[in-house]
């Protein structure tokens, strides 16, 4: 089969090439599918460059995200062979989503939504998950709260937009640029901050006629974090979620005590099978009530991978982007 394959570390265009290579065999509790798309996500720029934790030894396939047919099961799974699936791939084994069939662990594995097309699938789950798990189990926010999302125009910030919005909160969506901000807008944000226009915090607060924000969804990090904090009304939690800037937010104990306000931590890791079976549940039912979809930047050719993980490491990129399979 077909599979792009880094041979080092370095920058994606330098270190990734196609190559013929076996199929590879799944081994217990794993499946094997035909990928029909997979997502592309920033892990798999830093694993291209070497610096994410769970990269593989080189040569690898990379490729977090893929929706398709399952081709083969191994020893102790009970998905049948012909299923329509979405799944979470066996990356750190060096079989990525970025091939004509990758590897997957069962209890990574689900049903795609019903109604998502190929692209919409494949970047639907990691971001949604995480949305879920940052605003609803973690996050407690309720219809009508104030939600900021930072990196609104990401994939995983386009997902707590679209999932905020069908919770219920008034949704202020922060980005940088015109056209960010427009594509926040056709999110269905209810507001959209430019942080290229000036401090955050101030212009938060002026949104909410002075009350402040109940919670910010922050996969950002950083200054604009540390900035957006500041207009946290009473109670209200900053949910940390990821560090694109390069840095967490660092919010002083003190301003935390002083506003009665909270750092909470979210990760979408180690999560129990029963859990992430709920929230399949919950957000399929989403989807099938028309109240979130899997809306997707951009669609890229399978020979496109390298550009595209070079768009999304110079942060050139729009929305969710998704790889077609061969």
């Not at 990574?108 to 990691?126: K, N, Y």
């Not at 900035?227 to 967490?248: E, K, Y």
Request: aromatic share 6%; proline share 6%; net charge negative.
């Amino acid at each position: 089969m077909r599979a792009w394959r880094v041979s080092g570390p370095g920058e994606p265009g330098d270190v990734l090439g196609l190559a013929e290579v076996e199929l590879p065999e799944p081994g217990p509790g794993q499946i094997r599918m035909r990928v029909a798309a997979a997502g592309i996500g920033l892990p798999d720029v830093l694993m291209c460059r070497g610096s994410y934790p769970l990269t593989p030894a080189v040569p690898f396939t990379p490729g977090q995200e893929a929706v398709g047919v399952v081709t083969a099961v191994g020893e102790g799974v009970d998905i049948a062979v012909g299923a329509e699936v979405m799944a979470v791939t066996a990356f750190p084994t060096g079989h990525g989503a970025f091939a004509e069939e990758c590897l997957a662990y069962a209890g990574s594995t689900f049903a795609r939504p019903p109604g998502l097309d190929d692209a919409a699938a494949a970047g639907f789950w990691i971001p949604h998950l995480t949305g879920w798990l940052g605003l609803v189990t973690r996050g407690q926010v309720a219809p009508g709260e104030w939600l900021v999302v930072l990196g609104a125009a990401g994939g995983t910030g386009m997902a707590a937009v679209q999932l905020g919005r069908a919770l219920g909160a008034r949704v202020i969506a922060v980005a940088g640029g015109s056209e960010r901000t427009r594509f926040c807008r056709e999110l269905g944000a209810d507001a959209v901050v430019d942080h290229r226009e000036g401090p955050l915090a101030p212009a938060l607060r002026e949104l909410t006629g002075g009350r402040g924000v109940d919670a910010i969804y922050d996969p950002v990090g950083g200054t604009a974090a540390e900035d957006a904090a500041g207009a946290l009304a009473r109670g209200g939690r900053l949910l940390a979620v990821g560090f694109a800037s390069g840095a967490w937010a660092e919010v002083p104990t003190a301003r935390l005590v002083m506003a009665n306000t909270s750092v909470v931590g979210v990760y979408a890791g180690g999560i129990p099978r029963h859990e992430l079976d709920f929230v399949h549940e919950q957000l399929c039912g989403l989807v099938t009530e028309g109240k979130l979809g899997g809306a997707v930047g951009s669609v890229r050719r399978f020979e496109e991978l390298p550009d595209a993980l070079e768009q999304l490491g110079d942060r050139r990129v729009v929305g969710k982007h998704v790889l077609r399979g061969v």
